[in-house]
């Protein structure tokens, strides 16, 4: 079963900087679109950050861009996720997804907790 691996997660002060990563064994990874969505307490997951298969194309929710930076590297299987000036709004379980067609694929998720 296919699940992608999110490393990174934790603690940090308000304005700090964290990278979270991801792996996904298992998948043709180069020909998948890699996400990384994010879900507080008593909110819906929402999407934070996406890059195409070939890392030509990314996109952002309004309320991160420019802060929160998403890359990724074929050869190594991996999606980062590098988030600066952190909020405390930016609390949440980030969550790493494969989209290819049909098929999707869940982390687990990792913990952001940013403390003001």
């Known amino acids: 079963q296919v699940q992608p691996v999110e490393l990174g997660g934790g603690l940090v002060q308000s304005g700090g900087s964290l990278r979270l990563s991801c792996t996904a064994p298992?998948?043709?990874?180069?020909?998948?679109?890699m996400g990384w969505h994010r879900q507080a307490p008593g909110t819906q997951r929402e999407l934070v950050a996406r890059?195409?298969?070939?890392?030509?194309?990314?996109s952002y929710a309004d309320t991160v861009r420019g802060r929160l930076t998403i890359s990724r590297v074929n050869a190594k299987n991996t999606v980062y996720l590098e988030m600066n000036s952190l909020k405390p709004e930016d609390t949440a379980v980030y969550y790493c997804?494969?989209?290819?067609?049909?098929?999707?694929?869940w982390g687990q998720g990792t913990q952001v907790t940013v403390s003001s």
């Open positions: 997804n494969a989209l290819y067609g049909s098929s999707i694929y």
């Open positions: 298992g998948i043709t990874f180069r020909s998948y679109t």
């Open positions: 890059i195409s298969s070939g890392g030509g194309g990314t």
